[in-house]
């Protein structure tokens, strides 16, 4: 009997050490879990602030860009460098974003003479497998200018019989349109290119222009 007591006793001692250090760890875990709780809010507000200077950074960035634009802009129409400087280089993509054609050949201010004299210039010639873009540049648009494109387009093949075999697409390009000329070339058929929102050349009207058809 004294035996059994013996070792309820000491089974009763070790139980309570199992406790004693038991409480001792799940104290020091709910500390730690804490601690850990704390740097991870912490790191939470420090992911926070840096999500918001980089939303301020980029903002900065796309400000800027809009800005050098609208300075690189004015300079090439001051200078009067928009058809190389401005329109050419944003033929290739644009043409492919809307016409899904890669440019085989493009050429600036390219100019034909009949042998009657008469003259005939495109600021912006590009030819693609099965079509062949007249860009005209204008610095400062005017309503008219929608007329004397298409106009000049209507002869287009009279002085580069090269290209009847391909549809003739005329678009109207300039730093920026007031909202009458866009509309007004939309009703005509003529599409308009130009910044859009400063951020990059683009064809403004193509919806509008899709759907009463296009090429000339």
Same mark, same amino acid.
């Given at each position: 009997?004294?035996?059994v007591?013996?070792?309820?006793?000491?089974?009763?001692? &070790? &139980?309570?050490?199992?406790i004693v250090?038991t409480?001792v760890?799940?104290n020091? +875990?709910?500390?730690?879990m804490q601690d850990f709780?704390?740097?991870?809010?912490?790191? !939470?507000?420090e992911?926070?602030?840096?999500?918001d200077e980089?939303?301020g950074f980029?903002?900065?960035?796309?400000?800027?860009? !809009?800005? /050098?634009?609208?300075?690189?802009?004015?300079l090439?129409q001051?200078?009067?460098?928009l058809?190389?400087?401005?329109? *050419?280089p *944003?033929v290739?993509?644009?043409l492919?974003?809307?016409?899904?054609?890669?440019? +085989?050949?493009r050429?600036?201010?390219?100019? %034909?003479?009949?042998k009657?004299?008469?003259?005939?210039?495109?600021?912006?010639?590009?030819?693609c497998?099965?079509?062949?873009?007249?860009?005209?540049v %204008?610095s400062?648009? $005017?309503?008219?200018?929608?007329?004397?494109?298409?106009?000049?387009?209507s002869?287009?093949?009279d002085f580069?019989?090269?290209?009847?075999?391909?549809? &003739?697409? *005329?678009?109207y390009?300039s730093i920026s349109?007031p909202?009458e000329?866009?509309?007004? *070339?939309?009703?005509k058929? &003529?599409?308009i /290119?130009a910044? $859009?929102?400063?951020?990059?050349?683009?064809?403004?009207?193509f919806?509008?222009?899709?759907?009463?058809g296009?090429?000339?």
């Amino acid at each position: 009997m004294r035996a059994v007591e013996e070792r309820v006793g000491t089974l009763e001692s &070790l &139980l309570g050490e199992f406790i004693v250090h038991t409480d001792v760890a799940l104290n020091r +875990l709910e500390r730690e879990m804490q601690d850990f709780k704390d740097e991870m809010r912490s790191f !939470k507000d420090e992911m926070k602030d840096f999500k918001d200077e980089m939303g301020g950074f980029k903002d900065r960035m796309e400000a800027s860009h !809009k800005e /050098m634009n609208k300075q690189w802009a004015a300079l090439a129409q001051k200078m009067g460098t928009l058809d190389e400087d401005l329109i *050419a280089p *944003a033929v290739r993509p644009v043409l492919e974003k809307y016409f899904s054609c890669e440019p +085989l050949a493009r050429s600036i201010r390219n100019q %034909k003479k009949k042998k009657n004299g008469d003259n005939f210039e495109v600021d912006v010639l590009a030819v693609c497998e099965d079509k062949v873009f007249m860009v005209e540049v %204008k610095s400062s648009p $005017k309503p008219e200018y929608v007329e004397q494109i298409l106009e000049k387009a209507s002869i287009f093949k009279d002085f580069f019989p090269e290209y009847s075999d391909k549809e &003739l697409i *005329a678009i109207y390009a300039s730093i920026s349109f007031p909202d009458e000329i866009v509309k007004h *070339a939309s009703r005509k058929g &003529l599409y308009i /290119m130009a910044y $859009k929102e400063w951020e990059y050349m683009d064809i403004i009207n193509f919806d509008d222009v899709s759907k009463i058809g296009s090429g000339v």
